[in-house]
C-alpha cells in the first residue's frame, strides 16, 4: 500500500479548497477550514503510521542481532585425579562460569584417573574438538596442555609454582603466551612453623612426596630448609607411584618422629594407606592441604579449592568474552589460609591444638 507524504495531503486539500470555493460562494469560510483541518488529520494520521511501523522494524531488527551474535562457548577441563581438593576446584571453575554464561558454556570435563599419559590424550582430545578454553586441574594436567597447544588459552588451577611446572627460569609471575591461571601455594615456611609450633620436641621429619610431581619436589625442598634451620633433621622419603607408597610410608614411619606431606596428588588420592600405617604407629602426619589432613593428618596451613577455582572461572570469563588478554595475566594466588586440625586423629593421638585452629568437619 503506497504512502501519502503530509505534503501531498495538503496541496490535495488545497485544491479541494478552491473547488468549493467556487461553487458554494457563502460557506467558503467554512468550507475551507474543514477542509484544512482534514489535510492536517490525513497527514498526522500517515506521520504516526510512519513512525510506528519505523519503531516495530527496528525492534525487530534488534531482536534479530540479539539472536545471531548470542556466543555459546566449549571447555574442556582436564582434572588429573579425583580426590576432595581438585574435586572442589573444577567444581568452583564451573560454577563461576555458569554464573557469567549461563547455558551457554558447556564443559567436556574428563579425569585422568592419575595417569599423565591421559592428560596428554585427553588435551589432544580438546584440541581435536577447537573447544574455547583449557582448564587444566594440577601440574601434569597443566605441563600436558602445555605440549598440546600454543593457541587455545589454558588456565591452570591447584599448581603450586609455575616456573617448576613449566620449567621457566626465573619466573616472575606471568607465563605469557596461551597459559596463565591460578596457584595452591600455601606459605610454606609457615608450614614448617606449625609443625615447630606442635612439635617442638621431635627430632627427625619425614618429607613424604610423589618423585613424579615436580612441585611436590619443590615444597618439600623449601620446608626442608625451613626446618633445618630450626634445628630438625630431616630426610626424604619418595615414592615414583601408588605401588610403592605403602612400603616408603612404612619405612618413614619407622625412623621418624613427624611426617611432611606437601600438597601431592597420589597422596592424596591414597591417605587411606598412610593413614593405616601412620596412626598405630603414633606418627603425626602434618598436611599441606585441608584433604590430606582430613584423611591422614593431624594439623594443616591450607587454602580453600573451591575459592581457588572460582578464582579461576572468574578469569576464563574475562578471557571469553575479550575483558583481557591471557598473555598478560599473572598467575593469583588464594588470599588467605587458615590452620586446620583433624580432631579425631588428635584425639587419638593425644595432640593438643592451639584456640586459634579450625576443627575440619568429618
Do not use: W
Given at each position: 500500500?503506497r504512502k501519502v507524504s503530509k505534503l501531498t495531503?495538503?496541496?490535495?486539500?488545497?485544491?479541494?479548497?478552491?473547488?468549493?470555493?467556487?461553487?458554494?460562494?457563502?460557506?467558503?469560510?467554512?468550507?475551507?477550514?474543514?477542509?484544512?483541518?482534514?489535510?492536517?488529520?490525513?497527514?498526522?494520521?500517515?506521520?504516526?503510521?510512519?513512525?510506528?511501523?519505523?519503531?516495530?522494524?527496528?525492534?525487530?531488527?534488534?531482536?534479530?542481532?540479539?539472536?545471531?551474535?548470542?556466543?555459546?562457548?566449549?571447555?574442556?577441563?582436564?582434572?588429573?585425579?579425583?580426590?576432595?581438593?581438585?574435586?572442589?576446584?573444577?567444581?568452583?571453575?564451573?560454577?563461576?562460569?555458569?554464573?557469567?554464561?549461563?547455558?551457554?558454556?558447556?564443559?567436556?570435563?574428563?579425569?585422568?584417573?592419575?595417569?599423565?599419559?591421559?592428560?596428554?590424550?585427553?588435551?589432544?582430545?580438546?584440541?581435536?574438538?577447537?573447544?574455547?578454553?583449557?582448564?587444566?586441574?594440577?601440574?601434569?594436567?597443566?605441563?600436558?596442555?602445555?605440549?598440546?597447544?600454543?593457541?587455545?588459552?589454558?588456565?591452570?588451577?591447584?599448581?603450586?609454582?609455575?616456573?617448576?611446572?613449566?620449567?621457566?627460569?626465573?619466573?616472575?609471575?606471568?607465563?605469557?603466551?596461551?597459559?596463565?591461571?591460578?596457584?595452591?601455594?600455601?606459605?610454606?615456611?609457615?608450614?614448617?612453623?606449625?609443625?615447630?609450633?606442635?612439635?617442638?620436641?621431635?627430632?627427625?621429619?619425614?618429607?613424604?612426596?610423589?618423585?613424579?610431581?615436580?612441585?611436590?619436589?619443590?615444597?618439600?625442598?623449601?620446608?626442608?630448609?625451613?626446618?633445618?634451620?630450626?634445628?630438625?633433621?630431616?630426610?626424604?622419603?619418595?615414592?615414583?607411584?601408588?605401588?610403592?607408597?605403602?612400603?616408603?610410608?612404612?619405612?618413614?614411619?619407622?625412623?621418624?618422629?613427624?611426617?611432611?606431606?606437601?600438597?601431592?596428588?597420589?597422596?592424596?588420592?591414597?591417605?587411606?594407606?598412610?593413614?593405616?600405617?601412620?596412626?598405630?604407629?603414633?606418627?603425626?602426619?602434618?598436611a599441606g592441604e585441608e584433604g590430606i589432613c582430613?584423611?591422614?593428618?593431624?594439623?594443616?596451613?591450607?587454602?580453600?579449592?573451591?575459592?581457588?577455582?572460582?578464582?579461576?572461572?572468574?578469569?576464563?570469563?574475562?578471557?571469553?568474552?575479550?575483558?583481557?588478554?591471557?598473555?598478560?595475566?599473572?598467575?593469583?594466588?588464594?588470599?588467605?589460609?587458615?590452620?586446620?586440625?583433624?580432631?579425631?586423629?588428635?584425639?587419638?593421638?593425644?595432640?593438643?591444638?592451639?584456640?586459634?585452629?579450625?576443627?575440619?568437619?568429618?
Amino acid at each position: 500500500m503506497r504512502k501519502v507524504s503530509k505534503l501531498t495531503a495538503l496541496a490535495l486539500a488545497g485544491v479541494m479548497a478552491l473547488s468549493l470555493t467556487a461553487c458554494g460562494g457563502g460557506n467558503t469560510a467554512e468550507t475551507t477550514a474543514a477542509a484544512t483541518t482534514a489535510a492536517e488529520t490525513t497527514a498526522a494520521e500517515t506521520t504516526a503510521a510512519e513512525t510506528t511501523a519505523a519503531e516495530t522494524a527496528a525492534e525487530e531488527t534488534t531482536e534479530a542481532a540479539a539472536e545471531t551474535t548470542g556466543e555459546t562457548y566449549v571447555v574442556g577441563i582436564c582434572q588429573l585425579v579425583q580426590h576432595d581438593a581438585l574435586d572442589a576446584a573444577t567444581q568452583g571453575f564451573k560454577d563461576a562460569l555458569k554464573d557469567a554464561f549461563g547455558d551457554a558454556v558447556t564443559f567436556d570435563e574428563q579425569n585422568a584417573q592419575g595417569d599423565s599419559n591421559t592428560c596428554a590424550t585427553i588435551i589432544n582430545s580438546f584440541v581435536s574438538n577447537n573447544v574455547d578454553l583449557i582448564m587444566a586441574n594440577a601440574t601434569p594436567a597443566l605441563q600436558a596442555a602445555q605440549a598440546g597447544t600454543n593457541e587455545i588459552p589454558i588456565l591452570g588451577t591447584s599448581v603450586t609454582e609455575y616456573g617448576v611446572a613449566l620449567g621457566i627460569e626465573d619466573f616472575d609471575g606471568t607465563v605469557g603466551g596461551n597459559i596463565s591461571g591460578t596457584s595452591d601455594l600455601a606459605p610454606l615456611d609457615e608450614q614448617a612453623a606449625m609443625l615447630n609450633e606442635l612439635f617442638p620436641d621431635a627430632k627427625i621429619v619425614g618429607l613424604l612426596y610423589c618423585s613424579a610431581e615436580a612441585n611436590s619436589q619443590y615444597q618439600v625442598d623449601v620446608v626442608k630448609a625451613a626446618l633445618e634451620g630450626m634445628g630438625y633433621e630431616c630426610e626424604f622419603y619418595a615414592f615414583s607411584d601408588s605401588n610403592d607408597l605403602s612400603t616408603v610410608v612404612t619405612n618413614a614411619a619407622n625412623n621418624c618422629d613427624v611426617i611432611y606431606v606437601p600438597t601431592d596428588n597420589t597422596v592424596a588420592s591414597n591417605t587411606a594407606i598412610v593413614d593405616n600405617i601412620c596412626r598405630p604407629a603414633g606418627i603425626p602426619v602434618i598436611a599441606g592441604e585441608e584433604g590430606i589432613c582430613a584423611g591422614c593428618g593431624v594439623a594443616t596451613l591450607s587454602i580453600s579449592y573451591y575459592d581457588l577455582g572460582v578464582g579461576t572461572g572468574r578469569m576464563a570469563v574475562k578471557i571469553l568474552n575479550g575483558e583481557a588478554d591471557i598473555a598478560e595475566m599473572p598467575i593469583e594466588y588464594a588470599p588467605q589460609f587458615t590452620k586446620k586440625y583433624n580432631p579425631t586423629i588428635c584425639g587419638e593421638l593425644g595432640i593438643e591444638i592451639p584456640d586459634d585452629y579450625v576443627a575440619i568437619e568429618q
